[in-house]
């Protein structure tokens, strides 16, 4: 019985040697999910995210009434009319609400609301460009660790073989030209060990900036399954990729401005009124209606307009055959081909 248990003990122990390696080994999933966590551009773009729908808060505030209240104090004097020396007290409320502005407001929240959309887009499109960044650091560290130990493999074979070449020296089996020879190769060698260890060390460093902390003992990754032809891979890009989705609605963000633009020609309705109170509780009032239209406004709201038009322009042209699409589909080429699909 004593020494089964001591097998027994023997073979646990060997046993949690051999799972405690296995245990503590990253796989590329742990890699994503800590890069994603740690991304500082990440932060900053949902930051960007959250100030664009303040956007839309501010131009809904925009078809609402804006009412305001003051409170006045005045002291007046005179030399020569002593009995004129007196305070005065008095508070006021105002109020302002636009009744007609063209359409104006109305169209100011949806292109803020076409351009929150245009910045999820972007926030996706960046979280893939974190993802990719760390599956190519994973990757990279992957492959320099075996690149490492074949060139370490290479020097102890070559090693010997120096070895082998100098004792057959002694012996005078061969000349001084093959130990030079042998020599040479594992000089060779050793400084293509020292190139891997240099290549090595930056994959590491750029894993560390790509995913936020060093890497540990790293796991093989399963190859990605592709179940879409090149074609069919060029064709969803170039309607579902976050860079064409975002194009998209900065172009209707863009038309919407012109819209607005076109109604700023227009006149504006406003309803304006006030009311006040003074210390002797005399009250006062006033509601009326403002009506106003720009005649001349030395060329600006014709430049804004232009402004817009041109930038609707740029943004079609960077969706179409010449911009972001042609882009998706060089990516997608070089991907597939280097893949061997």
Same mark, same amino acid.
């Given at each position: 019985?004593?020494?089964?248990?001591?097998?027994?003990?023997?073979?646990?122990?060997?046993?949690?040697?051999?799972?405690?390696?296995?245990?503590?080994? +990253?796989?590329?999933?742990?890699?994503?999910?800590?890069?994603?966590?740690?991304?500082?551009?990440?932060?900053?773009?949902?930051?960007?995210?959250?100030?664009?729908?303040?956007?839309?808060?501010?131009?809904?505030?925009?078809?609402?009434?804006?009412?305001?209240?003051?409170?006045?104090?005045?002291?007046?004097w005179s030399d020569f009319a002593?009995?004129?020396?007196?305070?005065?007290?008095?508070?006021?409320?105002?109020?302002?609400?636009?009744?007609?502005?063209?359409?104006?407001? #109305?169209?100011?929240?949806?292109?803020q609301r076409e351009t929150v959309?245009?910045?999820?887009?972007?926030?996706?499109?960046?979280?893939?460009?974190?993802?990719?960044? #760390?599956?190519?650091?994973?990757?990279?560290?992957?492959?320099?660790?075996?690149?490492?130990?074949?060139?370490?493999?290479?020097?102890?074979?070559?090693?010997? +073989?120096?070895?082998?070449?100098?004792?057959?020296?002694?012996?005078?089996?061969?000349?001084?030209?093959?130990?030079?020879? #042998?020599?040479?190769?594992?000089?060779?060698?050793?400084?293509?060990?020292?190139?891997?260890?240099?290549?090595?060390?930056?994959?590491? +460093?750029?894993?560390?900036?790509?995913?936020?902390?060093?890497?540990?003992?790293?796991?093989?990754? #399963?190859?990605?399954?592709?179940a879409r032809s090149l074609e +069919?891979?060029?064709?969803?890009?170039?309607?579902?990729?976050?860079?064409?989705?975002?194009?998209?609605?900065?172009?209707?963000?863009?038309?919407?401005?012109?819209?607005?633009?076109?109604?700023?020609?227009?006149?504006?309705?406003?309803?304006?009124?006030?009311?006040?109170?003074?210390?002797?509780?005399?009250?006062?009032?006033?509601?009326?209606?403002?009506?106003?239209?720009?005649?001349?406004?030395?060329?600006?709201?014709?430049?804004?307009?232009?402004?817009?038009?041109?930038?609707?322009?740029?943004?079609?042209?960077?969706?179409?055959?010449?911009? !972001?699409?042609?882009?998706? !589909?060089?990516?997608?080429?070089? !991907?597939?081909?280097?893949?061997?699909?």
């Open positions: 019985m004593g020494m089964k248990s001591g097998f027994a003990r023997i073979a646990l122990a060997v046993g949690l040697g051999l799972a405690a390696p296995i245990a503590k080994a +990253e796989t590329l999933a742990q890699a994503l999910v800590d890069a994603y966590q740690n991304s500082g551009l990440l932060e900053q773009n949902r930051a960007l995210l959250r100030a664009a729908d303040e956007d839309v808060a501010m131009a809904v505030a925009s078809l609402r009434p804006i009412i305001n209240w003051s409170a006045t104090a005045k002291h007046s002593p009995a004129g020396d007196f305070l005065a007290f008095s508070t006021t409320i105002a109020g302002e609400m636009t009744l007609y502005d063209g359409g104006s407001g #109305a169209i100011a929240v949806d292109a959309l245009g910045t999820r887009e972007a926030l996706r499109g960046v979280e893939q460009q974190v993802m990719f960044r #760390a599956i190519q650091a994973y990757l990279n560290v992957r492959r320099d660790i075996e690149f490492r130990t074949l060139r370490e493999s290479n020097v102890r074979v070559l090693t010997q +073989e120096f070895r082998a070449a100098q004792d057959r020296f002694d012996v005078g089996e061969v000349t001084r030209t093959d130990v030079s020879f #042998a020599e040479a190769r594992l000089a060779a060698a050793r400084s293509l060990l020292a190139a891997a260890e240099g290549s090595l060390a930056r994959s590491q +460093e750029e894993f560390r900036a790509a995913v936020g902390r060093a890497p540990g003992n790293l796991s093989p990754a #399963a190859a990605a399954p592709i +069919e891979a060029k064709s969803y890009a170039q309607q579902h990729h976050p860079s064409v989705l975002e194009t998209r609605h900065s172009v209707s963000a863009a038309e919407l401005l012109i819209a607005r633009a076109e109604a700023a020609f227009g006149p504006a309705v406003k309803l304006n009124g006030f009311a006040s109170i003074d210390q002797d509780g005399n009250d006062v009032g006033e509601v009326g209606v403002t009506v106003s239209a720009p005649i001349y406004m030395g060329g600006r709201l014709d430049s804004a307009f232009r402004q817009i038009v041109a930038r609707r322009i740029a943004h079609r042209r960077r969706v179409g055959r010449a911009g !972001c699409r042609q882009r998706l !589909c060089q990516l997608l080429g070089r !991907c597939c081909g280097s893949s061997g699909l």
